[in-house]
């Protein structure tokens, strides 16, 4: 459900999918947070997006070459040079991006 809220850049019910899936117990995964964080990058919410990646890292889940390249894209389009920066960064010093 969140891949199809990302298809049709509703990041909004992205975001909600995901909260309702935490009150209810069930750990977003890897996969969800790709699905999330791209939707926020379509909807132009870098914000939403730095805030999903945040939250994979306290769950202690590792960013994939697609979530960091979907947050930095958010950023790209909303103008946060620095935040894009920092989020390659990050990918660079793990070894996901080369």
């Known amino acids: 459900a969140i891949t199809a809220c990302e298809k049709g850049g509703r990041w909004e019910e992205a975001v909600s999918l995901m ?3 935490r009150a209810q117990g069930v750990a977003p995964n890897v996969i969800t947070y790709n699905a999330a964080i791209s939707s926020c990058d379509k909807g132009s919410q870098s914000e939403q997006a730095l805030q999903l990646l945040s939250q994979m890292r306290k769950n ?30 990050e990918a660079v010093n793990l070894g996901t991006l080369f």
């Open 19 to 21: 909260d309702r899936m």
């Open 60 to 89: 202690l889940l590792v960013p994939d070459d697609v979530i960091f390249n979907a947050a930095i894209s958010a950023c790209e389009r909303a103008g946060q040079r620095a935040e894009g920066l920092s989020v390659l960064n």
